[in-house]
Each structure stands twice: as C-alpha cells, then as structure tokens.
C-alpha cells in the first residue's frame, strides 16, 4: 500500500525567510509525487510534479521540490516565503506502473508566514 | 475553460434527507474522484471511476452511493444523510496513466455540505 506522510501540523515562518515543508511516501516501485496547494475556501490546485530525471524540481509562485529517493522524501521549497503563501499544503503520491493508480495524499500542512 | 465545476457550493440538509452532488468536467479526463475534506484529516477518497460506467470504493465509501453516466459527469448520492457526512466535498479528474500524462489531478471548488 503506498502512504503519505507530512509530519508537520503547521509550519511558522517569516516574510523573506526560506521555508520548507516536510514530506515523506512509501510506495511500490519509482514514485509519481505530487505538491497541491489550497487557499482558504477554495479547491486544491497543482504546484509541481516529479516524474523522473533531475531531483529539483521547479513549480508554480517561485516553489520548488526535492526528490529524495534514498530518504523517501519530497520536501516543498521556497527562497524567500510571502504572506500570500500562507495556505494549506498537501503532498500526494501515486505508482508509476503496477500498483494502484490512485494518487494518495497526505493530511496536509498548513504554512503560515508571519509579516 | 471551466474545468471541474461542482453543484451545488453549499447545502444544509436534516438528518435522513437525500441529496446529489453533481461534478462536471470539460476536460475529456477518464478518471474521475470524490474526496472530502474534514478537520486534521486531510483528503479522503470516497469514490472514484476510471471511465464511463465504471465506479470503485476508495477509503472511505460507507453512506454513499455514485454513477457516471456520462464521461463528463461524476454523481455523488447521499441517501440517508447523517450528522458525520458534515464535511466539504471536492471532486477532480484527471488523465489515465500511460497517455503520456503523469495523471496530476484538477479539482473544483468544493460543495459544503451540514447535516443538521
């Protein structure tokens, strides 16, 4: 079965500093990860994806990921946080081939940065 | 280009009402979910359909009923509501796995749902 982890609740930080947010998976085979950001109210929306190749991988408002195959990590990046990042953040993983198709996602981290 | 729409954005029922939530996409996508989204549980998938005509469990099914009839429309049924349904809904799509798309998923907004 493939799972998500993402051991933080919340993550604090402040405007212009560089933030991170935590994620981990298990899954059968080479990963498909996922990061989805939702704003109060509204539907999740895709920031970036790894498939394959390079590790980093770049994203929408300025994010980027780190694949990690020998920790089973994708950690979500920023240079320099804004307020309006502040939101909810959700990793999710799904097979590449075998295995179920179905993307599983984490509980969600919710970022807020402090002005 | 309106993506996933869902109808209706907000609902308050009684206790052992029925209701549909109804989902629309227009991006031709095979795959198609229900999700609800609850307090400190992050996402969890109800049901789900790899094409026209098909539906599947996912974790968490017991209370609700769904069909695709259509490629384009995803119905989730609620037949006897219950208090524990409180929650909002989010469907999505998304392309099948060997298309050359890596099946990244398209939410909509989301339907709140109270059963009183």
């Known amino acids: 079965a493939q799972s998500v982890a993402q051991p933080e609740d919340q993550v604090n930080v402040a405007e212009g500093n560089p933030l991170t947010v935590k994620c981990t998976y298990s899954v059968s085979g080479n990963p498909y990860l996922f990061w989805y950001v939702q704003y109060p109210n509204r539907g999740l929306q895709f920031l970036l994806k790894?498939?394959?190749?390079?590790?980093l991988v770049k994203g929408s408002y300025g994010f980027e990921a780190e694949f990690n195959k020998s920790q089973t990590s994708f950690h979500l990046k920023k240079p320099s946080a804004l307020v309006s990042d502040s939101a909810l953040y959700f990793c999710a993983v799904r097979a590449q081939s075998g295995g179920s198709y179905i993307p599983t996602f984490g509980r969600g981290t919710s970022l807020i940065v402090h002005p | 280009n309106a993506g996933v729409t869902q109808t209706p954005k907000f609902r308050v029922l009684k206790t052992g009402q029925s209701m549909t939530l109804l989902c629309a996409q227009d991006m031709n996508h095979e795959y198609m979910y229900w999700y609800r989204q609850d307090p400190g549980m992050g996402l969890r998938l109800i049901h789900y359909s790899v094409g026209e005509g098909t539906t599947a469990k996912g974790e968490v099914p017991d209370g609700y009923n769904v069909s695709r009839l259509k490629k384009q429309n995803f119905l989730l049924g609620l037949e006897s509501a219950a208090p524990s349904q409180t929650s909002v809904y989010f469907c999505?799509?998304?392309?099948?796995?060997?298309?050359?798309?890596?099946?990244?998923?398209?939410f909509g907004e989301g339907s709140r749902l109270t059963v009183l």
């Open positions: 790894y498939i394959t190749g390079d590790n």
């Open positions: 999505a799509s998304s392309y099948p796995p060997g298309r050359g798309d890596t099946g990244e998923l398209f």
